[in-house]
C-alpha cells in the first residue's frame, strides 16, 4: 500500500487511519501490533510534478532495465499486434461506419510496437550521456538503485528510533545523489547544444550566409543561453530542498523504487482527487505552461483531476487498474474531449458509475470509473445509475456499450440508452454551436428569505402592498411548453433584496425571451411577450445580437429531437424534481441557420402553435379543446420533422429518436 498527499497533515492522518484500522479489529490491547514504517509507504509531494523550476529531477532511464522474461513479454507483445492486425483486416471491409474502430485499432498497433522497439533497446552505459564526468556520474547513480531499494525495505522494519534516523539519513543522501547526477545530465545536455548552436552560428558567418538564417540562429543561441541560466538557477534553489520536510515535486519511481523494479508500476490506483479549474485568478503561470507540455489532457481548459486521471494511468502496470470519484461532468463536456479520448485510447474501460444525488459535500453530480491499462477494444463497457441511501450502494444497470463504439469525434461517455443512441448523440454535438454562444442563459432572480420578507414576492396584491419597486413576475409554475401565464405575483426588484441569479434588468425587461422552468425531467420552454421579471425557479434565454429569431429557437428547444438529445447525455434520474442545470442548458447543439426557407416555415408554425395553445387555455369547451389538442399535436409532427431535416437525421436516425422519446412524453 502506497500513498501520496501534498498535505503533509493529510499524510499523517493516512498514518494514523491505518494504524486504527489494526487497533479496531483487536480484543486485546496487549495483542496490538505496531504499524511498520510509513516514511516510504506514505509520502509528502506534489503528485502532479516530478520536475523543480522546470528541471527533471529523475530519469526514468535508470529502472529501465531488460526484465528476466524478456522474451515471455516480447511473445505476448507479438501475439497481441496480430491479433490486431486480424481485427483491423476483418473491419477494413465494412466502410465508414467502422473508421473510428480502425483508427483505434491502428493507434494501438502503433503503441505495441514502440513498446517492442524499447524492449529491443534497453539501456546501456552507452546509450547514456556520452561526455564522461557525466555518464559516470549517471552510471554510478543507476548502480545505487539497488542499495537504496534495500534501505527501503530496511526502514519498513525498523522498529529502533536510531536505526531508523540513520536509514532515513542514508536514504536521503542516496536520492540526492540520483537527482543531482540527473539535473547535471540535464544542464550538460544543453551545453553540448549550445557548443553545437555556437559552432553552427560561425560557420554560417565565415558562409556569409543570408540575415534571416544568422538571425534564427542567434534566436536559437539566446534562447539556449536563457534555457542553460534557468537550469543552473534551478539546480542552485534546488538544494535548499535537500533536508525540506515539504517538498513541491514527488519523483514516483525514486521514491517507491521497487513497485517500479519489480512490478513496473502499480497494480490499482485508487483516488478522490481535488476538482479544481485552473482560472486566471488561482493559477501559476509557469505550473500552468507545464501541464500543458506534460499532459495529453491539458487540452483547453485544465481541471486538475483531469491531469490526475491521466498520471493514475501512467503508474500502472501492464495489468493495473485505476479506480477514481471525480464529477461526471468530464463524461460529456466540450472541454473534456481530451480526457475522454486518452481514456478510450489509453484504457479499457470497465464501469462507469453516475450518482444523481450529491455524493460529498462539494456541489457537483459524481461518477465512479474503474479501468484497466492494457485490455480489449472490443470490450464492454457498463453504465451504472447508483444510489446511496443509509451507506448502502445500490446499482441500476442503465446500458452496457462496445467501447470501440465510442470511439467517436466528440467521444461521450454517457449512459444513453444504446450505442446507437450514444452515437446519435455525438453527431448532433457535432460542428454545431452551443446554446451559450448563441443565447444568453441566465437563472432567474433569488430573493431573500421569503419567511423574514413575505412582501418580497406578492401573491394578487392590494395597490397599498405595492412599492415602486414592485414588478410582475413569472416562477417555474407559470411555464408550459408553448405557454407562459401570468399568476398575479410581484416582486421586489431592488439590489437590497438580492441574493443570487441574475440581476440584469436588461435581461428581465427583454420582450420574446424564452423562459425554461427548473423542474422537470427535459427543458420546455415557453416565449415571455411581456418582458415580466423571472424568479429562480427558471431559465432566462435571450438571443444575442438580434441575430437569432426566439420563435425558431424556441421550436428547435420544445422539439423531440432536443428531448432526446437531453435524455441521453444530461438525464436526471431522480423520481421526484428532476432539475434542469444551466450549465447543461447552455451545451445544447443548435443547428448553423443555413435554410433560410426550413428556418422561415419553423417560425410560422412555432407562432401557430404559441396562438392554439392560448385558445386551448382559454376554452372551456370540451369540443373546442380535443380539436385545438390534435390540431397542437400536429403542429408538433410538423415542427418535429423540420427539426430532423435542420439537423440532418437519416430515416433510422429519426427511428431512433422517436423510440427514445415516446415513452417521456
Known sequence: ????????????????????????????????????????????????????????????????????????????????????????????????????????????????????????????????????????????????????????????????????????????????????????????????????????????????????????????????????????????????????????????RLHFLEVFQQKDGFDAVVSNPPYVLLQDSNRNVQLYKRFRDSYTVAAYKIDLYHLFIERAVHLLNSDGSVAFITPSNFTSNNYAVALRRFLLEETELRQLIFFDDDVFEASVNNVVFIA????????????????????????????????????????????????????????????????????????GMQLRDRSKFPNDVIKDPRKSELSKYHRPCYTGKDIRRYMVEFDGRYCYFNREAQRGGCWDEYIHKAKNKILVRQIGAYPEGGLDTNGYAVLNTAFIIVPRNGKTDPLWLLGILNSSCLRFFWLNRFRDDRKTFPKIKGEYLKLIPIPNEIDKALNHKLVQLVRQMITAKKEWAATEDDYEKRRLGLFCADLDREIDSLVYKLYELTDDEIATVEANTQKAK
Request: glycine share 4%.
Open 372 to 443: 484497466q491499462r492494457n485490455g480489449q477494444l472490443d470490450s464492454q463497457v457498463l453504465f451504472y445509475r447508483g444510489k446511496i441511501a443509509e451507506q448502502e450502494l445500490s446499482l441500476q444497470l442503465k446500458t452496457q456499450i462496445t467501447q470501440s463504439d465510442l470511439v467517436t469525434e466528440m467521444c461521450l461517455l454517457i449512459p444513453a440508452e444504446s450505442s446507437g443512441a450514444a452515437v446519435l448523440v455525438d453527431k448532433l454535438l457535432r460542428d454545431r454551436p452551443p446554446l451559450g454562444e448563441i443565447a444568453s442563459v441566465n437563472f
Open 1 to 252: 500500500l502506497y500513498g501520496v498527499d501534498i498535505d503533509p497533515g493529510a499524510v499523517e492522518i493516512a498514518k494514523l487511519r491505518l494504524w486504527l484500522s489494526l487497533v479496531v479489529d483487536e480484543d486485546d490491547i496487549k495483542e496490538i501490533k505496531p504499524l511498520p514504517n510509513l516514511d516510504y509507504k506514505i509520502m509528502q509531494g506534489d503528485s502532479l510534478v516530478e520536475e523543480f523550476e522546470g528541471v527533471k529531477l529523475f530519469d526514468k532511464r535508470m529502472v529501465e532495465q531488460p526484465s528476466l522474461d524478456l522474451k515471455a513479454k516480447k511473445a505476448a507483445l507479438n501475439a497481441r499486434i496480430s491479433e490486431l492486425s486480424r481485427q483491423f483486416f476483418d473491419l477494413h471491409g465494412r466502410g465508414n461506419r467502422d473508421k473510428p474502430t480502425r483508427r483505434a485499432i491502428e493507434k494501438e498497433i502503433d503503441k505495441l510496437k514502440k513498446e517492442m522497439k524499447a524492449l529491443d533497446t534497453p539501456v546501456t552505459a552507452s546509450s547514456l550521456p556520452t561526455q564522461r564526468e557525466i555518464g559516470d556520474l549517471f552510471s554510478e547513480a543507476q548502480c545505487k538503485l539497488p542499495e537504496l531499494e534495500h534501505l527501503h525495505r530496511q526502514l519498513f522494519e525498523a522498529s529502533s528510533g536510531t536505526l531508523k534516523k540513520e536509514i532515513r539519513e542514508k536514504l536521503t543522501s542516496l536520492e540526492w545523489v540520483i537527482i543531482e547526477a540527473t539535473v547535471s545530465d540535464g544542464i550538460q545536455q544543453v551545453r553540448q547544444k549550445l557548443d553545437h548552436l555556437k559552432q553552427e552560428l560561425d560557420n554560417s558567418k565565415r558562409k556569409k550566409e543570408p540575415a534571416k538564417i544568422l538571425q534564427s540562429l542567434e534566436r536559437k543561441l539566446n534562447e539556449m543561453k536563457a534555457q542553460k541560466k534557468e537550469r543552473e538557477d534551478a539546480a542552485k534553489h534546488l538544494e535548499s530542498l535537500r533536508n525540506a520536510s515539504v517538498k513541491p515535486f514527488f519523483l514516483w
